[in-house]
């Protein structure tokens, strides 16, 4: 080979290996691109995952409803409510749970009581006393702990979806009762009967339930008819609304008891 085509050769091999080395760099450069925005990412999505999983517990977490669970029974279930006789034993948690209708409660026994929501500490110790009443909204998510040796009682009425009636106001179930707590959902009285007082009960508009704290013997009488009805403490007693008007009286005992309209 003669010297200018060996110089020719040793050019053209030059600048191949420049174009090569060139495409090396561009390659080199191109993957540390790709590397960098791979591990962005990875970093974008692990965030997400993060956060995804500190919302999901307040958003994505379901618990089992109130009931049933240990120490409560079912005494009552219709188109209107369920309502449970309920104990809370002293040291035995209940489960974490949601209440998934609207509750009211009437206490029957009083006791110590604490409350931690979902996630949260528990309460300081609340007492509750006999004839104490309480709402509590559906959506309420807590676990609850009895703290007396003799274990707080009440009755539980889960008060089911109904139309509203905004125009109901209820009517004083007769002389002497006394308001307690009204809402949307229901009204709460409380109503003694006396021995030899007559108490005037009037049309009942509204679905009720009847809540005895103290039994006795109840002399009911409306147009020619009279009966004798004895009440114990603690039984619940549902009633339809349309009762007619009647007049009642106390032959035994002083019967006392929440009587809770239904709107």
């Known amino acids: 080979m003669t010297a200018e085509g060996a110089g020719k050769t040793h050019k053209f091999d030059r600048q ?13 450069q191109a993957e540390a691109s ?5 591990a962005h990412k990875i970093m974008i999505r692990a965030g997400l995952f993060m956060l995804g999983c500190m919302t999901m517990p307040a958003f994505a977490q379901t618990y ?4 049933p669970r240990p120490n409560t029974t079912r005494i009552i279930d219709n188109d209107r409510v369920n309502i449970w006789d309920v104990y809370w034993m002293k040291n035995q948690p209940t489960p974490l749970h949601t209440h998934v209708i609207d509750q009211f409660s009437i206490t029957l026994h009083g006791g110590l009581l604490r409350v931690s929501p979902a996630g949260g500490p528990w309460s300081e110790a609340h007492m509750s006393k006999i004839g104490t009443v309480n709402f509590v909204p559906a959506g309420t998510t807590h676990m609850e702990e009895g703290l007396s040796d003799i274990p707080q009682h009440k009755i539980m009425l889960e008060v089911k979806p109904s ?6 106001h209820g009517t004083s179930p007769g002389e002497g ?10 009204i709460a009285w409380d109503l003694t009967w006396k021995q030899g007082q007559a108490i005037s009960r009037p049309r009942e508009d509204l679905d009720s339930v009847t809540v005895f ?7 009911s009488t409306g147009g020619d008819a009279s009966t004798n009805i004895v009440r114990k403490s603690g039984q619940a007693v549902y009633a339809a609304h349309g009762m007619p008007a009647h007049v009642e009286k106390a032959l035994g005992g002083t019967p006392h008891a929440i009587i809770v309209e239904l709107k």
Do not use: H
């Open 213 to 219: 704290l103290d039994g006795g013997t109840i002399q």
């Open 177 to 186: 009762a006394v308001k307690l707590f009204e809402n949307a959902r229901l």
């Open 34 to 38: 790709t590397v960098k925005q791979t």
């Open 163 to 168: 139309p509203p009636n905004p125009d109901i």
């Open 64 to 67: 089992p409803p109130a009931y």
């Open 16 to 28: 191949q290996g420049c174009q090569v080395r060139g495409w090396a760099l561009v390659s080199k």
